[in-house]
């Protein structure tokens, strides 16, 4: 789940690309949330608050809840990839990868996540970050069948 649409026609293009690549392995979606409106009269505190209140209002129960996090574990592709593994025979559910809005996840969201994970120490754009995930998951998906996409 994502807060707003991909702007970036390159970006939406190879999301689109890595989105359809990974569905030949799981069923995959990306659930575009709405931007909240008219934020500029809004503390950064309540746009988290208001974004938060629609992400959850997405939960289910049994959802396992991962949130993409600066302060997120980090992984190589190969322990990204065994993270995926173990989260796909655990979970009883939906296994939801989520990204914030430009100010993060709120305290509810914070407090309902199961996990967090951090593509990089570095700050990205949420929608490169979307990308780069895509990307990830479908290299884990690929190393988890031993294809020849990933190179060590």
Do not use: C, W
């Not at 409106?37 to 396992?64: F, I, N």
């Not at 967090?116 to 700050?123: A, D, E, F, G, R």
């Amino acid at each position: 789940m994502v807060i707003g649409k991909t702007v970036s026609r390159y970006l939406q293009e190879g999301i689109d690309n890595y989105v359809k690549r990974t569905s030949h392995y799981v069923p995959f979606s990306i659930t575009y949330l709405p931007d909240i409106k008219s934020t500029k009269s809004l503390t950064e505190e309540r746009q988290k608050e208001l974004e938060g209140e629609v992400m959850l209002s997405q939960m289910q129960p049994g959802d396992y809840l991962v949130l993409l996090d600066e302060r997120g574990k980090e992984f190589t592709s190969r322990e990204f990839a065994a993270f995926i593994d173990k989260k796909m025979v655990m979970v009883p559910k939906r296994l939801i990868f989520l990204v914030g809005g430009p100010y993060g996840f709120s305290k509810a969201v914070y407090a309902r996540a199961d996990d967090k994970i951090s593509l990089s120490k570095m700050t990205f754009s949420h929608e490169m970050v979307r990308l780069f995930f895509v990307e990830q998951l479908y290299r884990a998906m690929t190393i988890l069948r031993g294809e020849p996409y990933h190179h060590d």
